[in-house]
């Protein structure tokens, strides 16, 4: 089952990062002022990098498996209801 967590990530990753250098080459190749490229570029980078965290985290919550421990089971203490 791990071994289809890893081709999920592995896909989700190459996607995003095609994604990625797409645009900054059709920002490079698109006819404008340099300034106005470098300023894209930034935002882009910026956005990218939180947006990957975001997805990053959210995988690693997905990925994490999900078990009971010991510390949260009952042992039949005085309890008040």
């Given at each position: 089952m791990?071994?289809n967590?890893?081709?999920?990530?592995?896909?989700?990753?190459?996607?995003?990062s095609?994604?990625?250098?797409?645009?900054?080459a059709a920002?490079l190749?698109?006819p404008?002022?340099?300034?106005e490229?470098?300023?894209?570029l930034?935002?882009?980078?910026?956005n990218?990098?939180?947006?990957?965290k975001?997805?990053?985290?959210?995988?690693?919550?997905k990925?994490?498996p999900r078990?009971?421990?010991?510390?949260?089971?009952?042992?039949?203490?005085?309890?008040?209801?």
């Amino acid at each position: 089952m791990s071994t289809n967590n890893d081709n999920a990530a592995a896909a989700v990753i190459a996607f995003v990062s095609g994604a990625v250098i797409g645009v900054a080459a059709a920002l490079l190749l698109a006819p404008a002022p340099g300034r106005e490229v470098r300023e894209k570029l930034s935002d882009l980078g910026e956005n990218a990098a939180e947006k990957m965290k975001r997805l990053a985290r959210e995988a690693k919550f997905k990925v994490t498996p999900r078990t009971k421990t010991e510390g949260y089971q009952y042992d039949g203490g005085d309890a008040w209801i």
